[in-house]
């Protein structure tokens, strides 16, 4: 979906009387979360949170990519709070005890 969906869909979530909503952010399209982010507090505002979902720790069987570094997931999540995302699940690698 892209970044003017999210938005849209957003300002149904929120019509709809949900507090809340979750979204998926593939690791190769962290800019494209960043810029959906943006798009979505211009949509509501802070009438709704958002919370994203990385996938580090949990894979398919036969997904062999690589987890995102400690570096790239702490540049991520330092973008996610100039948006308020409330919340972000699996930023690191399930290795990465």
């Known amino acids: 979906m892209s970044a003017p969906e999210r938005a ?3 300002i149904a979530i ?14 190769t399209q962290l800019e494209l ?15 709704l949170e ?5 996938n580090q720790a949990w894979r398919m069987p036969g997904d062999t ?3 995102i570094s400690l570096e790239t997931a702490m540049n991520f999540v330092d973008a996610a ?3 308020g995302v ?3 699940e699996e930023p690191l690698p ?4």
């Open 8 to 10: 849209q869909s957003a």
């Open 14 to 27: 929120r019509d709809a009387g949900f507090k809340a909503m979750k979204i998926r952010v593939p690791q």
């Open 33 to 47: 979360g960043i810029e959906t982010f943006k798009l979505i507090r211009e949509a509501v505002g802070t009438d």
């Open 50 to 54: 958002i919370m994203v979902d990385l």
């Open 65 to 67: 990519r690589k987890s």
């Open 81 to 83: 709070v100039d948006y």
């Open 86 to 88: 409330y919340w972000i």
């Open 94 to 97: 399930m290795e990465d005890i």
